[in-house]
């Protein structure tokens, strides 16, 4: 059922900040014509009974509204090798298994039927928006944005930029940093143009690799670009201790520092992991506004250590979760959250139990499980700038229908469960199959049984 024009009667949770729960029992939220939020009607607030009895759709009891999942880092072309090829550091996994298959997407009718594939499963996975690293081709990049528009969800897709023949093989590598600069440029235009993009629903990002890729005359070429066009930012940063140090040896400073000088941190700019940010760089990332994609799951891989989190939200940087498919070894945002959580935690147990208790680990690294809601939503939205990851008016009714009750996934709930407890049983249980319907702007983009909820003759 699409939902544009549609008010919903049910029970909502988001998070519009962290720490922030907020759970709209029984409330109706009213979509525009289109998919906007128009208005949320909360009990006791005058005009509720009249929107409650004209709520055209109602959700069973044991079903859940969420916003959907914002996945902050995503490399689509990964998504074959899903699961696998995690036994080597970084610079080995890249040129032993990632390049070669970044490189296969040179054929658009593999290119076509991975990232369907992708497409189709991060929907029915909750994840509404993602932000995407493509490859370094043209056209298998302009099909990813095809793919997002035919199958409805909402993208940020990056044309990757890897000019640097000192460090990318000869088969898998921009032509020039000419031709680099020149396809970005005009991959921007193909994806605003687009005839099926009137709503904006995918939008175009400035993507260099990370710093080892990429020559400092594409760095330099890419900052203006971002700077003309107004276009988002993706790279890679501080990851890995070979990355970080890679950058400070060529650069003489860190990742950011040199991000910053040439242009690309901005306030519409996603760093990858910063697992190696230093306080100063934490500090640098919040003065401009740009973002962290936490990447719990895939930093226990390639950065072998975890990211201070709470010390960078302490500090002002906008931080949401990623995936990092396939550095991260699931396509589901909720195993992100599961791991930040776990993360935070083991950041704070430590590893050496020759130490004194106090010594062991980093005090204060845990998050609750609001904060880890808000990650994968609102947080997610507040770091791309965009009005999405919570109910609220003025914002995309991007949403998943979480059942406690499906048969194959059955979310035993007591009955003295508040329904704080609720949220917590969906966020470390839910499953696939729990996730029964999922929209974008309103419209539906995967449902599961299409029953499950109800809409009343109007
Ligand atoms: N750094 C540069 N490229 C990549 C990539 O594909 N995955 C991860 N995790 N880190 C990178
Ligand atoms: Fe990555």
């Known amino acids: 059922t699409d939902v544009r024009g549609r008010s919903i009667f049910g029970t909502f949770f988001h998070a519009p900040a962290p720490g922030a729960l907020e759970v709209l029992h029984e409330a109706v939220v009213a979509v525009d014509e289109k998919g906007t939020i128009s208005r949320v009607a909360r ?38 090798q899903l699961g696998q090829a995690l036994d080597v550091p970084l610079e080995v996994w890249l040129q032993k298994y990632t390049f070669p298959l970044e490189a296969r997407y040179a054929n658009t009718d593999f290119a076509r039927r991975s990232y369907e594939a992708l497409v189709a499963d991060l929907l029915s996975h909750g994840t509404t928006t993602g932000l995407y690293f493509a490859t370094v081709h043209q056209e298998a990049t302009r099909l990813l944005v095809d793919i997002c528009l035919e199958k409805g969800q909402r993208a940020l897709v990056g044309k990757v930029v890897m000019d640097d023949p000192a460090t ?12 680099a600069l020149a396809d970005t440029r005009a991959f921007i235009d193909y994806v ?47 990851e890995s201790d070979w990355e970080h140090g ?82 991260g070894p699931s396509a589901s945002l909720f195993d992100s959250v599961r791991m930040a959580l776990a993360a935070g935690r083991m950041l704070e147990i430590g590893v050496n139990p020759d130490l004194p208790p106090e010594r062991r680990g980093r005090p204060d690294s845990r998050i609750d499980t609001a904060t880890a809601f808000h990650l994968a939503t ?77 809409t009343v003759p109007s």
């Open 43 to 80: 009990r006791g607030e005058s005009g509720y009974e009249a929107a409650r009895a004209a709520a055209d759709v109602v959700l069973p009891d044991g079903c859940y509204l969420l916003p959907g999942f914002v996945d902050l880092h995503v490399h689509a072309p990964q998504y074959p």
């Open 192 to 238: 605003r143009a687009h005839p099926d993009n009137g709503e904006a629903r995918v939008l175009p990002v400035v993507t260099p690799r990370f710093i080892p890729s990429c020559t400092d005359e594409s760095l330099a070429g890419l900052g203006k670009i971002a700077a003309e066009s107004g276009c988002h930012v993706q790279t890679h940063c501080s």
């Open 168 to 179: 990318c093989p000869d088969f898998y590598r921009d032509g020039s940093t000419e031709a």
């Open 378 to 454: 609102a947080a997610g939205g507040h770091a791309l700038d965009l009005p999405i990851g919570q109910f609220t008016p003025g914002y995309h009714f991007d949403a998943m229908l979480i059942d406690t009750r499906v048969p194959d996934g059955t979310i035993r709930i007591l009955a003295e469960s508040s329904l704080e407890d609720v949220l917590q049983k969906i966020l470390y249980l839910a499953s696939k199959p729990n996730i029964v319907q999922v929209w974008v702007g309103g419209h539906s983009v995967a449902t599961r049984t299409p029953s499950a909820i109800k």
């Open 246 to 327: 890679f950058v400070l040896e060529r650069h003489g400073v860190t990742d950011t520092e040199s991000l910053d000088r040439f242009g690309l941190l901005t306030r519409r700019t996603v760093l990858a992991h910063g697992t190696f940010i230093t306080g100063a760089d934490m500090d640098r990332i919040a003065q401009r506004g740009s973002a962290v994609a936490h990447c719990p799951l895939s930093n226990v891989y390639f950065s072998s250590a975890v990211f201070p989190l709470r010390a960078a939200m302490a500090r002002g940087v906008r931080v949401g979760l990623g995936t990092d498919i396939s550095g």
